[in-house]
């Protein structure tokens, strides 16, 4: 019945159902090939991937289903930092290199190259579905991947942002709106303003673009993907669903996080990565917001500045200098597997309930 | 059909789409009786009406309609605040009651006794729903209605707020999600933690009360009622869509800028009435906001301060200084008849759409 969805039929998938692709090593090649056989569609959050590393979890989710995938990757930029800002911004971060035993600060180096062999190794790879987050790739890189055959799709946080993806040749667009976890999507204005609920956000996209709009922001069951579809979201897109699920590779204290969080507890901020983000409020936040805010360098840099502490911060059980991405609904979280994610969606959906 | 809805058979109304209680004017006896009329249920925002007018008021309603109706009103607090503050405050709305030839900087005055007044006056009228913003009223009010007949409805911003507002004996309580326009019921905890996008908030609090939950927050049409039956509500409550149409009491130029404006224009500030509340940017917002953040008096004391201010700027056609209430969806805003929205929602929620 679903396959009355244009999405259903042009990712040839069985359900309306995405999983977001999030970057930093939660979509694993089990959770992405999970999502994918229980008819939705998974993807892997390749935007921190070297090309090499996409490639190779790219093989490995091909030998876990034949069904259709998709890989998400960032549009890239390049800021520029003088040595004095690094060493401002490195200041900041330096009572928790002390505190978790780090000792260099890291000089944040960009390889301007990436996305583009990102791009080559997808279209080598003949992956069916490619996502974009954090702007509209350049023309040439959109037009040569639907000659591929590939689908495009975008990422919108306004109704601007979903026009400039249509305007620029996106097969589908998703409309995140302020509930959402992770990274915001917006790149054309300010990010404030455009902090949209998902309710206002997708209805107002839906009446502006022709392309099909992917609901996302706040979904986490059959409740909300009927909700999406009801306002006239052709799929849904789920991020924090997958995080706290079985195939998960996110880390533990990551899932522990959202399973025991309020819906009143998540913040966003751009202390991680120099760029907003919604995750659980923790310690880094609160005390990082409070002096750092003018000494942050533009994302991807800051990221670059605080990867290590992240990743040591999780090594040592240190959840309060970790970055505990949530949306805004984690009291909807469960531990179950993926594919029962998407079934007891599917089973709600197809339901006669309102 | 929707009579399954408990909310409808304990309201006796037709549909689950019910007219918010806005305050200051724009919720007419016309715009009242028409939603009531036409199977919702139609709110008198008489939060900031003196008993008289309140009853005045209530009379002329029911002279329009026989159906159940509604009034909503506001549980009082009295801050206190120095003559020195209050001069401070009035130093910044200085240049506006300059600009527009206001002479005298009032000295806010709070009758204590109104909420009282306004309560007995809803029993002896015998009022068949009445809703409270700004927290719970007194256990002993709640029971005196209770008694009477009426149903009392309040107002949750969080899952906490939701589960005081039923451990405090009230029959249904409303959900109101970050999009919403106007001000924000939040009562217990912060207003920053409590923007709580609708996607998120209202499967999340009806997973935590057994009271039937109305949800609020950018809801416009029949796409949003109907996602908010989804979500786990038994009802929808719809604000900014009513302030636009033809029985509303807004002013032209309130009516003319929500025509008129994107998802992105709204912003959430307490320069008005000291209280955080949802209106469209204009000078007013943003100078006030530079400057005078830390002068603010607490609501209501901001709001007795600037209501000339506000009142003198819509006679003399100066939007910039108007407080323009709206939520994120201004998009969805249309000048039809009230009793024409309702029926478009209850054809758009009847039929076969997804």
């Known amino acids: 019945m679903w396959k009355r969805h244009s999405v259903c039929n042009q990712l040839n998938i069985d359900h309306p159902v995405i999983q977001a692709g ?5 979509t694993t090649p089990a959770l992405v090939s999970a999502v994918s056989n229980a008819g939705g569609l998974g993807n892997l959050g390749a935007g ?6 996409m490639v190779h979890t790219i093989k490995e989710i091909k030998q876990s289903t034949s069904r259709t995938f998709g890989v ?4 890239p930029q390049y800021p520029q930092s003088t040595a004095e800002e690094i060493a401002h911004a490195n200041k900041w971060l330096e009572p928790y290199r002390s505190e978790l035993g780090i000792e260099l600060a890291p000089t944040p180096k960009q390889d301007t190259s990436i996305f583009e062999k990102q791009v080559e190794a997808l279209m080598r790879e003949q992956v069916p579905v490619v996502s974009f987050t954090f ?5 040439e890189v959109i037009n040569d991947l639907k000659k591929a055959g590939v689908v495009v799709i975008g990422t919108a946080t306004t109704v601007e942002e979903a026009i400039i993806n249509e305007e620029q040749g996106m ?7 302020s509930e959402a976890g992770g990274h915001r999507g917006t790149f054309a204005g300010s990010f404030n303003q455009a902090m949209i609920g998902t309710m206002s956000l997708v209805p107002q996209v839906t009446d502006h673009v022709e ?3 992917i609901a996302s922001g706040g979904i986490m069951d059959g409740r909300g993907v009927k909700a999406a579809l009801a306002l006239g979201a052709q799929a849904a897109q789920l991020g924090t669903a997958f995080v706290t699920c079985q195939e998960s590779g996110a880390k533990a204290q990551h899932k522990e996080a959202i399973l025991n969080t309020k819906e009143t507890d998540t913040v966003v901020t751009s202390v991680f990565s120099g760029k907003p983000a919604r995750g659980i409020r923790n310690s880094f936040i609160e005390e990082m917001e409070k002096g750092a805010g003018g000494n942050l360098l533009a994302y991807p ?3 670059m500045l605080t990867k290590e502490i992240r990743k040591e911060a999780a090594s040592q059980n240190r959840p ?3 970055s505990l991405w949530s949306g805004q609904s984690p009291r909807l979280s469960t531990s179950q597997s993926a594919s029962s994610i998407v079934e007891s969606i599917v089973s709600y959906v197809d339901s006669k309930a309102p």
């Open 48 to 53: 921190y991937m070297t090309p090499e590393a």
């Open 22 to 26: 999030m970057a930093g090593g939660v």
């Open 72 to 75: 998400n990757v960032f549009v």
């Open 211 to 213: 392309i099909p709009v």
């Open 320 to 322: 309060e200098y970790m």
């Open 135 to 139: 702007g509209v790739p350049p023309v």
């Open 171 to 177: 097969d589908m667009v998703v409309a995140q709106g």
């Open 301 to 303: 840099l800051q990221n």
